[in-house]
Every structure is written in structure tokens, then in C-alpha cells.
């Protein structure tokens, strides 16, 4: 016996057995029960979904000896000879192969006879859409007065091409693609049927291969069969396509969780094997990122029409929310790329490395190991402090760079509001000694006299229980800087409170108020001799001394106004909350928690953390052991943590990150504006500012 196709075996005999398309069926069944028929119906759709099955059910329901019914009993003859397509009164038409008028006007010639056995002649012309503008207008007429015994039935891919005067006189179906699940149930019970082992997930990759198209998938599962010797298994599907296994597409994703750049290269590897088209993979990796989007956001309307729910869930709880994004647009970008690579495997993993270098994590500490090296090594102190705050990018990042820099750096307060006194170092802080050069410096300590609270005039000297402020130059760096050998330029002094920022590139602005008081007018005069003067020498020490001696008392009281209450909460007991969290390699939702918490109860072995109520969408108690393991490590001992959400009555390390950077941006607004050379543009050629364009390079 010649063997039968599956596609044509299996072919649907009533509304039963159809795999989808409700919302079709629904209304003919209705229609059908209810004796509401009408003369011409328009079936339309993508390839496969079933046009052409739905025609030829519905022409067994017209004429079915049993009468008209929305379930054909497929026994009587009719039925029978319309399955077979020997029916004489169903009359097929192709289209394509009949585009001429003079075909059309043939057909039409015999709908006034009646029909020859059935109760309706029944006319279904395939790819209709392919008739000529004349075939049209001799069909409209009669489509749309068609005899009592007769009924037509159009199918096409294409509605668009249809004349709207044919699209008015038909009942419209559309037909939608049938769904991963759907097919994978349809092969189901095809192979439990035809008696053949097959493997799930070898089902699920011929589904999707079959891009919505019931027919694709079975005439797939037909060269499955042949190319597994009787059986389909998952290995036998994959070589047979030649697509990307889609265990493979997670397994990428897993690795780019994991942050393991080898493990990635690896599999990318192992896929180059089998000459995967690598754009169709980074498409279902972009797909894959656009899901678990989704189950981030609303984890219950993950579904499994693609056999993948529970790896979906399990994923989208390894990966940051940021990361998903970053990663679904570097695949975008890498698809409009490719185009133009002449290797597409570089390209993809290019986009895989891309994808863990950008990520935020992998970002920040970056920026930290950059930051690390920059750090100076000329004190043990300073070796051990934790790096809380990253650099300003405009400080020198080395001795050699400072000794090279002849200009002199003093410290000012940016903040509004705030006095302009110099900062001086809380009384409990110890501070390194100094590093000795050849010669002494001027203003700077004498050897071994550096005793714990001394700090040198104007310099600030940030507290190891407290993140250095962006606007600080490093101290280090500056005691080893090259005193200046030329007088300095003089300077209108600021207005007391003002809080003016130096300029740059302009004259360096004169030191706050109260130490100007105090200093001799000597202090800001430096001959070039007095480096090698002893007695200079001394009478330098005795203005360093006599500078640091008086404004301790308002220095104190400046950091205790700036601090208030919320650096009470953040500094408890001489607990520095910022710097602990500032030591913890969080990231993602858990990080996000941390940075917006401030401790209500803080003892040895517990932590009570109360999170900002704006951001209470982010919590939940799952978050709370990862917290607690990375404060533990910080801590050097074990804590338990606990959080409940409510109004914060501090200041939270993530309000505080962003209140100094955006001071130290408009710090470097206001001396840009004050830049000599920009005064000078806008008053000779009455230049504007475009405040939009002037971006500040901020190392946060």
C-alpha cells in the first residue's frame, strides 16, 4: 500500500479533532446548529493553520446525508467520497493555476444547475487571491446572488490583495498560529497513535521549528521519524535541524548568571561544532531575556506554552532586573551588527562579553579595583581604610603626578548653606605620619612631630567612620606636592558663607575667613628662600601650629551641624552604617534594600533595619538571609537581620550617595562658571551657557 503522508493522514475529518482555532469554530458551530448559513465564507491565515480543513469540514456538515450538522457522522457516503476528494458536487479551484477570466466565467457557467447527489454544490477555491482583477469582477455578481443550492468557500494567506467589494459579500475568518503547546499536543497524540517512542523534548523543538504551522510540524515530525530510525529523540532532532538546542540557549544564560566568562567562550564552543546560525541563536536569547522581563515583573503570567516554565522561574530569580535589561539590549544591538560581521560567531561572543562587562556589578567593581590602584601607599592607615567613595577624576593619581602639579590645592565647603571653615579631623581620629622629603616643606610638620589630632591648615581630613567626600583631595597626595616656588596670583576673598568652590584654571580663592584671621599675612607669601632658611623653617611651624590651634572648636561644631541627626543615625555608637555598607558587594534587589535601610537596633549578633516605606514594592523576607550573609562577612562575625518598612527618620546610604554627588556636580558648575576664560567669552562676545550640553565626569 502506497504510504500516506502524515500531514494527509492526520488531516482533521470535523470540528473535533481541529488543534485550535475556537473562536472559528465557535461561530460555525453555532451557525450550523442554528441553521443560519450563509452563501460565502472567507477563510484566512499564515500557511498550515488549517484554511483549507475548515472549508472541507464545513462543505461534510453542508451535505452530510444525516442533514445539516455541526458533527458529520464521516460514514454515509458523502462524507465519505468528500474525504477521499471524489465528491462531485465539491468543486476545488486553484487558484494560481486558474488567474484567467475566461476560467472563471467556465466555472460560473454551471452554478444555476442543481447538484448532482448532495443538497449544496459547494465551490472551494484555494488562494484566492491570486485572481486576476477581471476574474474578480465577473465573480462578484454571482458571489453576491448566488442560487439557493449554492455556497462558496474562499481561502487565502493574503486577504490584503482581495477587492473590498469581494471582502463585503464574504463572512471573514481569520485563523490565527497555532501556539508551541498546541502542536506539541497534536504530535502527541499522533505518535501515541502510530505507536512511535518519542522523546518530549524533541516534540517541543519540532513545535517551534514549525513557527505556528500544524502542517510544518507534521511534515517535520515525518523526516524525525525516518532520520531516528522509527523513534524521535531530542539528540537525532537538533543534528536533523540544525538549529541551536534550546538547553543550550539556557545554559548561556545560566553562565551569564554565574559571571563564569570561561564556562561561557566554552559552550559557545561546543555550539560552533555543529555550525549553528549564530543570529537565529542570539535571537532566542533575546527572546529568552524578553521572558524573563516578564517573570520579574509579573512571575503568574509566565506560561509554558514552550515547555520551559519552571526553568523561566528559576532563572529570572538568579539574574537582577538591570541585568535582563542590559542584556536584552545588547542583543538587539548585536542583531543590527551582525549584518554587517564578517564573522558572526565574534560577533556573538563579543555580545556574551559585552554582557558581563557593562552588567553593574561587574561595572562598579571595575571601578573600584581602578580606584584601589590608585590609592596612595604612604601610610598603614590608609592601607587599611575601606574604599567607601571612588576619586574625583580630576585629582592626580599618583605622587609623581602631584610633585609635577606646581599649583597649591586648599579646601573649601561646597554645600549650600554651610560655613566656609577649614575641616579639621575629629580629636579621636589618629592620623599617619607624614612621609619626609629631602628638604622640609613649607607648612608642613616637622619630623616627628605629628601628633594624633594635628592636621596641616585648610587640608581636610575625612574620619575613617565616614566615606570621604567627592570634593576632598586626597591628603596623602598633597603633603608629598611640590610647594609652590612663585608667588601665588592674589584673590578677592569669598564671602563669608558662600560656600564658593575654587576656580578652574582661574585665581585660586584665599582660605576661609577664620583662619585667615589667625594666620600672619606671611602664611600666604613664601619666598623662594625659605626652604633653605632654618629660621623660616621654624616660623613655619609656629603658623601651621598657630592655624590648627584655633578653629578645632568650630571645625567640630561644623561637622556635628553637617552630620545632625541623620549622620546620628548613620554613625550610632561609633558604628559607621555607611562605611559597612559601602564594604558589602551586593547587588541587584538585595543591594538595593541595603542601600535604602537604616539600623534601629544594632547589637553583636542581630541587626534591626528599618527600609525606606518608598521602596517597600522591592521587599520581601526571601531577601533577608542574603543581606545578613553579606553583612556578616563585612562584620568579620555572624548577624541575624531583621527589616520592617516605615518612614526613615535619617538619612539612608543611597540619600546620601546621591546628596554628595550632586554637590560635588554643582560644585564643578559653579567653577566652570567662574572660569576666568568663560567670563571672559560672555562678556566680549555675549556667549550663553548650554547649562543641557555641560556634562560633568563624576566617578561615583
Known amino acids: 500500500m502506497t504510504y500516506q503522508v502524515l500531514a494527509r493522514k492526520w488531516r482533521p475529518k470535523n470540528f473535533h479533532e481541529m488543534a485550535g482555532q475556537a473562536h472559528v469554530l465557535q461561530t460555525l458551530t ?37 442533514g445539516v450538522t455541526a458533527t458529520p457522522c464521516g460514514t454515509c457516503s458523502a462524507c465519505q467520497e468528500i474525504g477521499q476528494g471524489r465528491f462531485l458536487d465539491l468543486i476545488e479551484v486553484d487558484a494560481a493555476s486558474r488567474t484567467r477570466v475566461e476560467d472563471t466565467r467556465e466555472l460560473l457557467e454551471n ?25 474578480f469582477n465577473a465573480l462578484l455578481k454571482t458571489l453576491e446572488e448566488p442560487p439557493p443550492h449554492v455556497k462558496f468557500l474562499l481561502a487565502t494567506t493574503d486577504p490584503q490583495k482581495l477587492p473590498v467589494t469581494v471582502l463585503s459579500r464574504c463572512l471573514q475568518f481569520h485563523l490565527k498560529n497555532l501556539s508551541p503547546g498546541q502542536i506539541v499536543q497534536y504530535l502527541q497524540s499522533v505518535l501515541t497513535a502510530e505507536q512511535i517512542a518519542f522523546e518530549e523534548d524533541a516534540l517541543w523543538q519540532l513545535a517551534r521549528a514549525a513557527n505556528g504551522s500544524m502542517r510544518d510540524g507534521l511534515t517535520l515530525l515525518d523526516q524525525s521519524i525516518s532520520f531516528g530510525s522509527g523513534t524521535v529523540t531530542a539528540d537525532a532532532v537538533t543534528n536533523l535541524l540544525g538549529t541551536p538546542d534550546h538547553r543550550l540557549v539556557f545554559d548561556l544564560a545560566s553562565r551569564l548568571a554565574d559571571r563564569d566568562a570561561a564556562a561561557l567562550l566554552q559552550n559557545v564552543a561546543q555550539a560552533a561544532e555543529n555550525n549553528p546560525d549564530f543570529s537565529r541563536l542570539l535571537e532566542q536569547l533575546l527572546s529568552l531575556f524578553h521572558r524573563l522581563a516578564i517573570a520579574q515583573m509579573l512571575p503568574d503570567s509566565v506560561d509554558n506554552s514552550e515547555g520551559d516554565r519552571e526553568q523561566i522561574l528559576g532563572l529570572a530569580g538568579r539574574l537582577a532586573p538591570e541585568d535582563v535589561q542590559l542584556y536584552y539590549q545588547v542583543c538587539q544591538q548585536t542583531l543590527q551588527e551582525m549584518a554587517a560581521t564578517p564573522d558572526r560567531r565574534i560577533s556573538f561572543e563579543m555580545a556574551l562579553l559585552r554582557m558581563l562587562a557593562f552588567s553593574p556589578d561587574m561595572f562598579m567593581a571595575g571601578k573600584a579595583l581602578a580606584a584601589a590602584a590608585d590609592v596612595p601607599s604612604g601610610s598603614d592607615e590608609q592601607k587599611k581604610k575601606p574604599l567607601t567613595e571612588a576619586e574625583p577624576a580630576d585629582i592626580p ?13 586648599w579646601q573649601t565647603d561646597t554645600a549650600p548653606g554651610r560655613s566656609s571653615q577649614p575641616i579639621s579631623p575629629q580629636p579621636s581620629s589618629p592620623q599617619p605620619s607624614f612621609p619626609q622629603s629631602g628638604s622640609s616643606q613649607p607648612g608642613s610638620s616637622q619630623p616627628g612631630s605629628s601628633q594624633p589630632g594635628s592636621s596641616q591648615p585648610g587640608l581636610s581630613q575625612p574620619s ?18 611640590e610647594p609652590p616656588k612663585t608667588e601665588p596670583p592674589k584673590a578677592e576673598p569669598p564671602e563669608a558663607g558662600s560656600g564658593t568652590a575654587p576656580r578652574i584654571g582661574g ?71 555607611y562605611a559597612l555598607v559601602a564594604r558589602t558587594t551586593l547587588h541587584g534587589i538585595s543591594g538595593n534594600i541595603l542601600q535604602n535601610c537604616l539600623p534601629t537596633s544594632w547589637g553583636e549578633t542581630a541587626l534591626q533595619l528599618t527600609l525606606d516605606e518608598t521602596h517597600s514594592a522591592l521587599y520581601s523576607p526571601d531577601h533577608d538571609g542574603e543581606i545578613a550573609e553579606a553583612l556578616s562577612v563585612s562584620l568579620q562575625r555572624p548577624v541575624q537581620v531583621s527589616i520592617n518598612v516605615g518612614p526613615l527618620t535619617g538619612e539612608s546610604p543611597a540619600v546620601r550617595r546621591r546628596r554628595e554627588k550632586q554637590a560635588a556636580v554643582d560644585a ?33
Open 30 to 66: 453555532h451557525a450550523l446548529e442554528q441553521q443560519r448559513l450563509h452563501h460565502a465564507y472567507l477563510f484566512t491565515g499564515t500557511r498550515g493553520v488549517g484554511k483549507t480543513t475548515v472549508a472541507r469540514i464545513l462543505a461534510r456538515c453542508f451535505n452530510c446525508e444525516q
Open 397 to 409: 593619581s599618583s605622587a609623581a603626578q602631584a610633585e609635577s602639579s606646581p599649583s597649591k590645592t
Open 668 to 700: 564643578a558648575h559653579q567653577r566652570f562658571y567662574q572660569d576666568p576664560g568663560v567670563q571672559a567669552l560672555i562678556s566680549t562676545f555675549e556667549a550663553e551657557v548650554d547649562t543641557e550640553s555641560l556634562v560633568i565626569h563624576h566617578r561615583v
Open 507 to 577: 585665581t585660586p580663592p584665599t582660605l576661609p575667613s577664620a583662619a585667615a584671621e589667625t594666620m600672619p599675612s606671611q602664611a600666604m607669601q613664601r619666598p623662594v628662600a625659605e626652604e633653605s632658611a632654618p629660621a623660616a623653617k621654624q616660623q613655619s611651624a609656629q603658623q601651621v601650629s598657630t592655624v590648627q590651634d584655633t578653629p578645632v572648636s568650630e571645625t567640630a561644631e561644623s561637622e556635628k551641624g553637617e552630620k545632625g541627626e541623620k549622620g546620628e543615625k548613620g554613625e550610632k555608637n561609633g558604628k559607621d552604617w
Open 464 to 481: 575613617s567612620s565616614q566615606p570621604r567626600s567627592l570634593a576632598q583631595p586626597r591628603k596623602a597626595e598633597l603633603e608629598k606636592a
Open 111 to 135: 452554478v444555476q444547475y442543481a447538484p448532482t447527489r448532495g443538497r449544496f454544490k459547494v465551490y472551494l477555491i484555494d488562494e484566492v487571491h491570486m485572481l486576476s482583477t477581471h476574474s
